[in-house]
């Protein structure tokens, strides 16, 4: 294997060295910064961050009763968080929450909104403009992260509260030290009823997946890396069956693509339904596999031949809040989610399934996220590449900065 030695820093190779994932020592070596370990701290960014939340006074929020509408402003990561809140709060909060991912905030926010400003670093330029907008329009105003940095200043400046989070270097590795600081806001504001319980039951669920994770684990009882075997050579398709799992699907898009530096098309199954669905049918899909020998060892395969492989991640519901629901119901998603699975496998297009488990939505997008996370990082390990350091990255950052 000939490694990738570019002007821009970029290394790994083309093909893909399986047996690297079991080789733990080899898996340290090559993750120098520490990505793996990062992700393991899941569980604890969120004990640590509802810890640091209870400590800033929010009660000041809920002064003004509620907002016209929530806007969680940020990109990458921190604009997920949004996602999250939206998702959580479900389809009955009484406000729109709307995640924005481009500097400033949308004309018509003022006094009677509220502004979750999120930066892992504390100066990404698109959450500093909106906290700063937001200042100036008498917005109620809230900001998240690293303490000591330009937004905590811009915080300080309009007597806004500021929640720290610690720094974990990239952001992608604290997506639930971002995520909890706001879930606790848009609890303050009315919007989410999600409590000390369910946070406690999502870090136990984190920790217990970073645990089946570890990279001690051999391949064949490490759900990561049999997630990252399955995904090798191939261009994957991340559906989510409910707007819960869609979250995790994107989710996953944005580490595949970061860690791994594989192209991934993510999204919603029901959107895709009615178009995207015929990729099942495309060069990459059916075609690709109508000469395929089903019996044949995976091993035995042609590695020159690109081919889809479809992630689906199932979210079957909270039947607690089945009655309550105003979406559409689990059964059609479910029933959606059987339909693009039998399309599927009918075309020779093989489907690595997740299931969402857990008592709480938090806690179930926690079991859809956690495993995939892990599955981007040791399948770019596998491509020699370091998942903390992104070249292409760094190198757009100079380009577009003033």
């Given at each position: ?47 640590e961050s509802a810890a640091l939340a209870a400590e800033t006074d929010l009660s000041a929020l809920a002064d003004e009763g509620r907002p016209r509408a929530v806007v969680v402003a940020g990109v990458g990561t921190a604009a997920r968080t949004g996602d999250i809140l939206e998702t959580v709060a479900g389809p009955r909060c009484p406000v729109p929450v709307l995640a924005h991912r481009s500097a400033g905030i949308p004309g018509w926010v003022g006094a009677a909104d ?289």
């Amino acid at each position: 294997m000939n490694p990738l030695e570019g002007t821009a820093g970029v290394r790994g190779h083309r093909e893909i060295d399986l047996s690297l994932l079991d080789d733990a020592a080899a898996l340290e070596r090559n993750d120098p910064g520490g990505m793996l370990r990062a992700t393991a701290s899941a569980g604890a960014q969120v004990r640590e961050s509802a810890a640091l939340a209870a400590e800033t006074d929010l009660s000041a929020l809920a002064d003004e009763g509620r907002p016209r509408a929530v806007v969680v402003a940020g990109v990458g990561t921190a604009a997920r968080t949004g996602d999250i809140l939206e998702t959580v709060a479900g389809p009955r909060c009484p406000v729109p929450v709307l995640a924005h991912r481009s500097a400033g905030i949308p004309g018509w926010v003022g006094a009677a909104d509220v502004v979750i400003a999120v930066s892992a670093s504390g100066r990404s330029p698109e959450a500093l403009a909106a906290a700063e907008a937001a200042g100036r329009r008498g917005a109620r105003l809230v900001a998240i992260g690293a303490p000591d940095t330009q937004l905590h200043a811009l915080a300080d400046r309009f007597r806004a509260p500021f929640i720290p989070v610690p720094r974990r270097a990239p952001a992608r590795a604290s997506l639930w030290g971002l995520a909890v600081p706001v879930l606790l806001a848009g609890r303050q504001l009315g919007l989410v009823k999600v409590n000390e319980a369910d946070f406690a039951e999502t870090a136990s669920r984190l920790d217990a997946d970073a645990d089946r994770c570890r990279m001690t684990l051999e391949s064949f009882v490490n759900p990561g890396k049999s997630l990252a075997l399955d995904l090798a050579r191939s261009v994957p398709i991340v559906w989510g069956s409910s707007p819960l799992a869609n979250v995790a699907a994107r989710r996953f898009g944005d580490t595949l693509a970061a860690n791994a530096r594989y192209p991934a098309v993510a999204g919603a199954l029901g959107e895709a339904g009615r178009g995207r669905v015929g990729l099942l049918d495309g060069v990459y899909g059916g075609l690709a596999e109508a000469g395929r020998d089903i019996f044949a060892d995976p091993s035995d395969e042609d590695e020159s031949v690109t081919r889809l492989r479809l992630v689906l991640l199932r979210d079957g519901g909270l039947s607690a809040d089945e009655e309550e629901a105003d979406g559409e119901p689990s059964a059609v998603e479910e029933k959606r989610a059987e339909a693009v699975q039998q399309l599927a496998e009918r075309r020779g297009v093989r489907v690595s399934l997740i299931t969402a488990e857990g008592g709480s939505a938090l806690e179930r997008l926690a079991s859809l996220v956690a495993v995939p996370d892990f599955a981007s990082i040791y399948l770019g390990l596998a491509h020699g590449f370091d998942p903390m350091a992104v070249p292409a990255v760094s190198e757009m950052k100079e380009l577009v900065s003033p």
